[in-house]
């Protein structure tokens, strides 16, 4: 018996084929490297975007919550919830301020000054999970940021 042949209707056109999406490499990449993260950040408590506003507040202490957001690309129904969770384990603490009710200022409690020395090695342990250079892990970063700047620049 002849094997029918798939239509060309049913064929994919190769713009539409799954592995040719620049966006499902770059999410499928994410995945992997969440799950890099999800090991290095078990130990801190740390879920992964826990840890990005850590990073924030480690670089600079005392931040309100719209400059939180607009350092991570966040609004603030998804950032509020990270805070509070935070917050509860003790790494944040939540203020208003008193220049301006209407603003929360995001500070570090000790605890969450003394989980930076602790998290210390992840960037390292990423790089190594990547099996990249460290000129390679900047050239990739570069051209990302750059990619980012020009999407948001260009989104509807």
Known sequence: MKKQQPSPASLPAPALALDQQLC???Y???????KVYRGLLKDLGLT?????????????????????????YLDSPTLTPLLKRLEVAGHIARNRSTAD?????????????RLRQRAQDI???VAAAMECAPDEIDTLRSRLKDMRSKLYKNAA
Do not use: K
């Open 101 to 113: 009710e209407r603003q929360v200022i995001v500070s570090l409690t000790a605890a969450g000054q």
């Open 24 to 26: 499902f490499a770059l």
């Open 48 to 72: 992964y975007p826990q840890y990005l506003v850590m990073l924030v507040l480690w670089e600079r202490n005392d931040m309100t919550v719209s400059e939180i957001g607009e350092r991570l």
């Open 28 to 34: 499928s990449t994410m995945l992997g490297l969440n």
């Open 123 to 125: 960037p390292t342990c």
